[in-house]
């Protein structure tokens, strides 16, 4: 090349200088440390970490816990992001304007109101317990928090797909002599699929790291409903710190692991978006 | 200000937008770049906008370096094709903007930017619309927005992408001769780019046809039209019948009738494409006047003019020849009936080996009705 | 069905189905999103106004609502700034890793908050990376005000950054090029064309970037040391009332966070109704 291939618009330099910079004394730099600390932990440490049956009972919870409201959340959002973009019917906008809540209600809030509803002697808690339906205090504490949490994500991903999804083919099918639930299971479902997918990984993701919505109404008993991340913060309280950082390491990884899946869904949404356009 | 453009290469990616490109642009002229889509017009004017830049290759501007001058300093206008109006701005300060981001050293005054963009939006016929919004306004009115506000500037160079690509085609054409009266009122070198020929050919001194980042041609809209230099230009540009040729023994033949001598030397035997305007193909009823058989297919009425279509057997093809509506009335055509069609004017390129055209070889014909 | 579709007259199997389907929602909505939001505010004002006063107008609280728009005060520009820059060479420029860098950016959102606080433990913590250093220099982060605002920018880092990359990729560079073309210097384009442009997302992007930064918590509360009147943010103190059985108290912290929440909610409905084509893609909101 004979010339240096010249930027048209000023302040490259500057602006990707800075966001590295910053990206990396904020975020990469503690992941290094958190990395660097886990590695201080011999194989043997390592074992004896992760065969603990606190750990093991914790991890499971955590991802079981957060596989199973991301499940619901799949269902439960595809209904709810299904009724605001097709029907009209009054008080839909204040609907959807409150979908966005678990967003913007703080965890530690949100962690005291679903306790002060399940509890034993709570608003609803008083109603279950006698059916013999424990929420508190129990491992269904710990769904609830997680589906709250993650609940707007598959419908916000959901929406503007389905607002683009041509209404024509829907039709075409049906004068092909498809029943409604034909239709949504063969010609909707697919079309949606990708986009649900990622809606269900971020409230995956978002589910197993949660933390302070959990922790008020888990009741944290050990080997029942204590979590992951609450594991970390006891072991940094008892100054283990290669204790936390390995914990931590694994979460981290399994987040890392999550933003690829993502990531590759949505190149495969894309392709899906482009095919139908 | 005359334009020196020489030996231009840009790749992206793998894929040649610019080839070799080399252009002189003569001061005051109205030049389009005329080319499908892929073909290197938008990278070219890009580069004389310095909003890109050349692989290798100079561009000079009465010697003097323009790709070391910045897209800021270079004093040129550019009319983008979706216009790029500031949204947040007004017309008037649209328009204004190239003037008031002067520093205050060469910042006209308040009164004279004022005075000037009034000026500007009466010549653009907008006067009544500087409080407006762009948003506000339709496609051609947006269009001449972004014309004053390019011509605020007092550029050098007016440069135009696609110019009319995003308006309705009545709108086209009423805005096409205006800019055509603007020209030449202002007297600016201008450069446009467009995939219409019909836009290029009516508007431009000078019309450089452009493929695969090549230049193929370029000239005066008449010399494009009338003499074609290369395949891909007589296809591009007008309609062409387009006739597989035969060389042998020295005669140049074409659905087994002789149409000259072979132009050409070296190989005596090979082939050749011919090219040949509908309103070069000659038809008659008579069999007498030579020239191929042919079964008039269907006629297409498109106003004052006739578009026939003609089975030709001897060359395996249809073929389009136009008539004045007039004459095909006067004379009775009618769907189905026998003719005979005779080309008055070819454009032929031999075929190598490959069955490659070569355009360098380029002759033309003009057979002669038998007697 | 939808508007268009209004014309078609319904089957009663059919109107079945909808109502059925919007009845669902609605007690969906109702038990998942409203009956929490309603518990802070019932609980909140269960022994009184006065008494919710009173809790409002503890030293506690007051100091905790302090330390809470401190953070934020410096948390959010740090990231405004960052995320300005970050759409500015990730939309207009070219460049090799931009795709990872993209996949960086979006690092915090699905890493735990535990996590997030944890890593600056290890930093900063004495028996961090630079521990030993901080405490030779008299620098405290961890179970200070500095460690508190280093993991919510963590946290919040994305915000402002997503709404903006997605919004000026759909924009495209032309205004800036014709700017340029124009005479434009560099800050002149962006503080005259490039900013106008971008700043209802901006606020978009601050809005719930602040909403976050007020209300976080796990992070937080792992570098806090939860030292009252010096560490304890909003949600910090609504945890250590919870925890010492003062239920009302935490209720009555936790109600004005409500509020916030709220309030972020109504501004952000109110931007997405007034400047939506001046916003993001849906697709792109909300995580």
Known sequence: ?277 | MTLELSHLHRRYAGFAALDDVSLRIEPGEFLALLGPSGSGKTTLLRILAGLDYPDSGSVRQNDRDLLAVDARQRKVGLVFQHYALFRHLTVSENVAFGLRIRPRKSRPSRAEINERVERLLKRVQLDDLGKRYTSQLSGGQRQRVALARALAVEPDLLLLDEPFGALDAQVRVALRRWLRNLHEELGLTSVFVTHDQEEALELADRVAVMNRGRIEQIGTPEAIYQQPATPFVCEFIGKNNRIPLQRANGVLTGGQRQLGADPWPGNAVGSAIGYVRPEHLLVSSAPSQGGWAAQLRHIYLAGGVAHLELDVPALGQVLEADMSSDEVAQRGLQPGQALVVQPRLITAFPLNAQGEADAAARHVLQPQAAP | MSGQHASRPLSWRHRLLRGTLIALVMALMAVLVLLPLAAVFIEALSKGAAAFMDVLAQPETVSAIKLTLLVAVLAVPSNLVFGVAAAWAMTRFEFRGKALLGAFIDLPFSVSPVVAGLVYVLLFGAQGWFGPWLTDHGVTIIFAVPGLVLATVFITLPFVARELISLMQAQGSEEEEAARTLGASGWQMFFRVTLPNIRWALLYGVLLCNARAMGEFGAVSVVSGHIRGLTTTMPLEVEMRYNEYDYMGAFAVASLLGLLALLTLVVKALLEWRYGDELAARATRGH
């Open chain 1, 1 to 277: 090349m004979a010339r240096q291939r010249r930027r048209v618009l000023p302040g490259f330099g500057i602006s990707l200088g800075y966001a590295l910079t910053y990206l990396g004394l904020i975020v990469l730099l503690p992941l290094a440390a958190l990395v660097w600390k886990a590695s201080a932990l011999d194989v043997d440490g390592w074992l004896r970490l992760l065969s603990a049956p606190r750990t093991l009972a914790a991890l499971k919870l955590s991802f079981g816990g957060a596989l199973i409201a991301a499940l619901f959340n799949a269902v439960a959002g595809l209904l709810v992001a299904w009724v605001l973009v097709r029907y009209r019917f009054p008080g839909r906008r204040l609907i959807d304007a409150l979908v966005d809540l678990p967003f913007a209600l703080p965890t530690a809030v949100a962690g005291i109101a679903l306790t002060a509803i399940y509890a034993p002697n709570g608003w609803l808690g008083q109603y279950l317990l006698p059916l013999g339906i424990k929420i508190a205090y129990a491992p269904a504490g710990v769904l609830v928090a997680m589906i709250f949490v993650g609940f707007p994500y598959v419908v916000r991903t959901l929406q503007p797909v389905l607002e683009t999804l041509d209404r024509d083919v829907e039709e075409a099918a049906e004068s092909l002599g498809a029943t409604r639930l034909q239709t949504f299971v063969r010609v909707i479902v697919p079309a949606l699929l990708p986009t649900l997918l990622t809606g269900f990984a971020l409230a995956l993701a978002r589910a197993v790291g949660e933390y302070g919505s959990v922790i008020f109404i888990a009741g944290n008993i050990p080997l029942r409903s204590e979590i992951a991340p609450l594991l970390i913060v006891q072991k940094l309280e008892q100054f283990d710190y290669a204790g936390a950082a390995a914990l931590g390491t694994v979460m981290l990884g399994f987040s890392l692991l999550l933003l690829v899946a993502i990531a590759l869904l949505q190149r495969w949404s894309g392709r899906w978006a482009e095919r139908g356009a």
